[in-house]
């Protein structure tokens, strides 16, 4: 029979309690009042839309109505087509377009 040292128990205790500590906090987390009363932290909906906090402006809008985009000091005129199919003046342009910040000012005029 071959004799265990006291630091050999030491790290066996340790691995046992570490084990048991695992064990405990995983049954109290799984239990039902807890899971109840914390809930997930995932959502299935949105429950708010936030609100934007830049103003819109009606002017902007109305130019965008009528096809005129003035985007990083260029204007370009759409003529009734879609401004995606507009070759850009700039990459500036491009990008401003791309990034659709320019929606927020639609909803200032009716």
Do not use: N
Request: proline share 5%.
């Amino acid at each position: 029979m071959t004799r265990v040292s006291v630091a050999e128990r030491t790290r066996l205790s340790v691995l046992i309690g570490r084990r048991a500590f695992r064990s405990l906090v995983s049954g109290i987390s799984a239990h039902p009042l807890l899971r109840w009363r914390f809930g997930s932290t995932k959502t299935d909906r949105l429950v708010i839309a936030p609100q934007d906090l830049r103003t819109a402006d009606a002017t902007r809008a109305s130019e965008i109505y009528a096809g005129r985009f003035a985007f990083a000091g260029k204007v370009v005129i759409c003529d009734r087509r879609s401004p995606f199919e507009m070759t850009p003046p700039s990459e500036e342009w491009a990008v401003t377009l791309l990034s659709f910040a320019w929606l927020r000012h639609m909803p200032a005029v009716d």
